[in-house]
């Protein structure tokens, strides 16, 4: 069965410092894909990044990066120079093999950005 | 193209009547799913469509639940006799068909909240 943990339930740093949110996740199959949205005060899930499991070379998008290591079944998330406007709650996800169906979601990581 | 849209955003009803949901997915996305999300914890997988094919159904979805994607366009979820355990945000998702690139994401709507008292 997959699982995913987010460990963190919440975190709370000051604005400008950098922040990593853990994903540890479980699976049995080989091919599988990992994901993280972003959940506002609005509500609305909004996609940040998917991965597949074949593909394991971090990923750089502005301010955010992502480590994927196999080896510790972990996807990790790090915002740099953290802005008020990332306070939310983060979500990683995990979906398996190539159908393509549901997602199992981590239980999030509200994360507050003080100014 | 506006994204997903959901109807109504809020529904507030009392104990054993029934609920009607409706979720448009993104216009090209064959793909659509159903999500419950409770106060403090991820979404959860309810069940999914491939056009009007409903593929899968998670246990979370008790005889009281039904889905239906009658033209493979969009979609209503029902609850009879709802339950004050029912309360909850309803997420719909949809996403594009599978290609080359495995799995694509799903893109979510604004969700209904339901309050059962």
């Known amino acids: 069965a997959q699982k995913v943990t987010q460990a963190q339930t919440e975190i709370s740093v000051v604005e400008k410092e950098d922040v990593t949110l853990d994903c540890v996740y479980e699976t049995r199959d080989t091919t599988y894909y990992l994901f993280w949205y972003k959940q506002p005060p609005s509500g609305e899930l909004v996609f940040l990044i998917r991965r597949n499991s074949f593909d394991e070379q971090n990923e750089i998008s502005g301010r955010y990066s992502w480590n994927f290591q196999k080896s510790t079944s972990s996807f990790n998330f790090t915002i740099t120079a953290s802005q008020v406007v990332d306070s939310a709650v983060y979500f990683c996800a995990l979906s398996e093999g190539t159908s393509g169906s549901r997602l199992t979601f981590g239980e999030g990581t509200q994360l507050t950005v003080n100014p | 193209d506006t994204g997903v849209s959901q109807n109504p955003r809020h529904k507030i009803t009392k104990r054993g009547q029934n609920v009607t949901f409706r979720c448009d997915p993104i216009?090209?996305?064959?793909?659509l799913y159903w999500y419950r999300q409770t106060l403090g914890q991820g979404p959860e997988f309810l069940t999914y469509f491939q056009n009007e094919a409903q593929l899968e159904k998670s246990r979370l979805l008790s005889d009281r639940f039904s889905a239906e994607r009658p033209k493979g366009s969009f979609s209503t979820l029902e609850i009879q006799r709802t339950e004050q355990g029912d309360s909850a945000m309803y997420l719909c998702a949809s996403s594009t068909p599978l290609g080359t690139s495995g799995h694509n994401e799903q893109f979510f709507g604004p969700g209904t909240r339901l309050t059962v008292l």
């Open positions: 216009s090209e996305h064959n793909r």
